[in-house]
């Protein structure tokens, strides 16, 4: 039966499938919000700040040279800085923590085209998710460049992985892939295998080209193309 325990097992077993929301938006207008309420409580206490110091009564008046004696005005049942502060410092604390998270969200990587489609296929196939989504839920991978990917292989990627991952293996699919059975997970494999094995062997084989070009020119600028294929390579 095609249920989110079917979804979760395919999600452990292929680990480019775990793809989640972002949800831009609503962090943004979270962030928003909350910025706006902090503007107002900021007001708030500036005011009130303002009344006690030109309070007639001489008790208030210590509250902005005393910690103590502000922190005390509020056991005796007083709504001054004290109070107003407590509640603007739980609200910047959370205000603190969801910016952090939201920049920490921002660095985790982009999913590739190529795995959404993979993960929107499954969910479509009779022996895979069998459009077992329904209503609203059934929109989550709908959305456009709001998602992020827990696969760690997804920031790790080279140029040559990226490559035979997002170009190599859709055309393979769409031409003979669909009519047999592969494993995308060997292929990933395989690039990352062929990449490494070419970033070992480029700098022998820049010293061989480099011996039989003569003009500094061109020298130059093979120079310059194995430094940038070097760099791309071991982008790992």
């Keep these: 039966?095609?249920?989110?325990?079917?979804?979760?097992?395919?999600?452990?077993?292929?680990?480019?499938?775990?793809?989640?929301?972002?949800?831009?938006?609503?962090?943004?207008?979270?962030?928003?919000?909350?910025?706006?309420?902090?503007?107002?409580?900021?007001?708030?206490?500036?005011?009130?700040?303002?009344?006690?110091?030109?309070?007639?009564d001489p008790s208030k008046s210590l509250h902005s040279i005393s910690v103590y004696d502000l922190r005390d005005s509020a056991s005796r049942?007083?709504?001054t800085q004290w109070t107003k502060y407590q509640d603007i410092q739980r609200k910047v604390q959370t205000y603190n923590g969801a910016l952090l998270q939201y920049h920490s969200l921002r660095k985790i990587a982009k999913p590739t085209a190529n795995t959404v489609e993979f993960l929107r296929e499954w969910l479509d196939r009779p022996e895979g998710g069998d459009f077992f989504?329904?209503?609203?839920?059934?929109?989550?991978?709908?959305?456009?460049?709001?998602?992020?990917?827990l696969d760690p292989r997804q920031s790790d990627r080279d140029s040559l992985t990226a490559l035979i991952n997002e170009k190599v293996v859709p055309w393979y699919?769409?031409?003979w892939g669909h009519r047999t059975k592969y494993d995308k997970e060997k292929l990933?494999?395989?690039?990352?295998?062929?990449?490494?094995?070419?970033?070992?062997?480029?700098?022998?084989?820049?010293?061989?080209?480099?011996?039989?070009?003569?003009?500094?020119?061109?020298?130059?600028?093979?120079?310059?193309?194995?430094?940038?294929?070097?760099?791309?390579?071991?982008?790992?």
């Excluded at 979270?30 to 006690?52: P, T, W």
């Excluded at 690039?191 to 003569?214: G, K, M």
């Design 77 to 79: 049942g007083l709504v």
């Design 133 to 149: 989504l329904k209503g609203r839920e059934a929109t989550i991978w709908d959305a456009e460049d709001d998602f992020v990917s």
């Design 188 to 236: 990933s494999r395989l690039a990352n295998a062929i990449s490494t094995l070419l970033a070992s062997l480029l700098p022998s084989i820049s010293i061989l080209v480099l011996y039989f070009l003569s003009k500094p020119v061109t020298r130059l600028m093979a120079i310059l193309w194995f430094n940038g294929s070097k760099f791309s390579l071991q982008q790992q």
């Design 1 to 56: 039966m095609a249920d989110y325990t079917r979804l979760a097992s395919m999600i452990a077993r292929h680990g480019e499938a775990a793809i989640f929301r972002r949800f831009d938006a609503l962090n943004i207008k979270n962030l928003l919000y909350m910025q706006a309420e902090l503007v107002h409580l900021e007001a708030e206490l500036h005011q009130i700040e303002k009344d006690e110091r030109s309070s007639a």
């Design 173 to 175: 699919h769409r031409r």
